[in-house]
């Protein structure tokens, strides 16, 4: 919700606006501003989350979201409003980073690996839903989407009262070294690794939203309504496959659900890249959709295997930073490349990368198996 959700707005509020100095800059930067904040502020938030409870700091999130979220209904001004954009930032990298934590502590197994999907599908269900609001909202007034956030205050009673009544055992030993001991401790080199991973993942991924309305040109379709359906089928096969996580898991296992993910993103964007017709770039974006919701619980997942309890805040923070770096990189290296070589050859190129990855990943699961086999 916190992102995209006033997306639909931008148009109108630039023109609401427009006789402020910078108006078309401040506009633009309206949608990537919290990005740039979680960027940031993740890491330091995720390592005050190991000490002060992440269960306080999903609340408090929760509560600056809806604060924050709400100011653009009324602040007069659209550089008031983009402060306000930013101090959203702040919340977003707060949930982010205390949910990925509390959902180590709280579940176990199967149970964390359903919870995992369910987080994801949720995550692709909710972007449909606010972002079509916000287009409804929009039309009748250009700030009427900020007034979506108070949602977020639906949340906060729910959960003062679900994590008074859990029994938070991580969160009982906080740990008490700097954080600058983080870098001697053996976990963290893992998720540094996992969270650069993330950061390529997020980059591939992310051609999606920043160059499928241009590449949808390119091949003479309607951007509009041609991207619209695409980023749609990305999104509904997304959350669907997101559900089916835990039962992949169960039969593929960690190394195995890597190897899928990153085989059907690579699959998708090698799609795309045959110039054959409107069904095979659906079809690609309904690959890559299915292959990243697949990807993202697998990576929350195995980090929660290799991070102990009580760092599990701070090393979901590099992984919630890895991600939104690559969000920001992603356009910066795709648009000159595509500007270079073309649509077809980047995507073929970015599907290749993929299904390297893929297969690396399946090797490293029989390799694993064969060593475990071996004991």
């Not at 930013?86 to 205390?98: K, N, Q």
């Not at 993202?296 to 929660?304: D, E, N, R, V, Y």
């Amino acid at each position: 919700m916190a992102v995209p959700t006033i997306s639909p707005a931008l148009a109108g509020l630039e023109a609401r606006f427009g006789h402020e100095p910078h108006a078309a800059l401040m506009t633009r930067l309206l949608v990537p501003a919290p990005s740039l904040v979680v960027v940031l502020s993740a890491p330091v938030i995720g390592y005050l989350a190991d000490r002060t409870g992440k269960s306080r700091m999903l609340l408090l999130g929760t509560l600056l979201i809806a604060i924050a979220g709400t100011a653009g209904l009324y602040l007069p001004s659209l550089s008031l409003i983009l402060a306000s954009r930013f101090v959203l930032g702040i919340g977003v990298a707060m949930i982010m980073t205390s949910q990925i934590a509390l959902i180590g502590d709280c579940f176990e197994g199967e149970a964390r690996a359903k919870m995992m999907g369910w987080q994801i599908s949720a995550r692709n269900f909710g972007g449909m839903i606010f972002v079509s609001l916000g287009g409804v909202f929009a039309g009748f007034d250009p700030q009427l989407p900020f007034a979506i956030f108070t949602i977020a205050l639906l949340y906060a009673p729910v959960i003062w009262i679900a994590f008074r009544m859990a029994d938070e055992q991580g969160e009982a030993a906080m740990p008490q070294a700097g954080m600058m001991a983080s870098l001697n401790e053996g976990w963290f080199l893992p998720a540094l690794a996992l969270s650069g991973f993330m950061m390529l993942t997020v980059g591939v991924f992310f051609q999606m939203p920043t160059q499928l309305p241009f590449f949808v040109v390119s091949r003479g379709y309607d951007s509009a309504s041609v991207t619209g359906g695409a980023m749609a089928a990305l999104t509904l096969a997304g959350a669907l496959a997101a559900l089916a996580t835990a039962s992949l898991k169960r039969s593929l296992g960690v190394a195995g659900l890597f190897a899928l993910g990153y085989l059907a993103m690579g699959a998708g964007f090698g799609t795309l890249s045959v110039d054959a017709g409107l069904p095979f770039l659906l079809l690609g974006a309904v690959l890559i959709g299915v292959g990243y919701a697949i990807l993202t619980p697998a990576f929350t997942g195995l980090l929660l295997q290799l991070v102990p309890a009580d760092r599990r805040g701070a090393a979901s923070g590099m992984l919630t930073t890895g991600g939104f770096i690559g969000q920001f990189v992603s356009p910066l290296v795709a648009t000159p490349l595509i500007a270079a070589f073309g649509y077809g050859t980047v995507f073929l190129t970015s599907g290749g990368i993929l299904l390297i990855l893929g297969l690396g990943a399946l090797l490293v699961g029989r390799v694993a198996f064969a060593v475990k086999g071996s004991t």
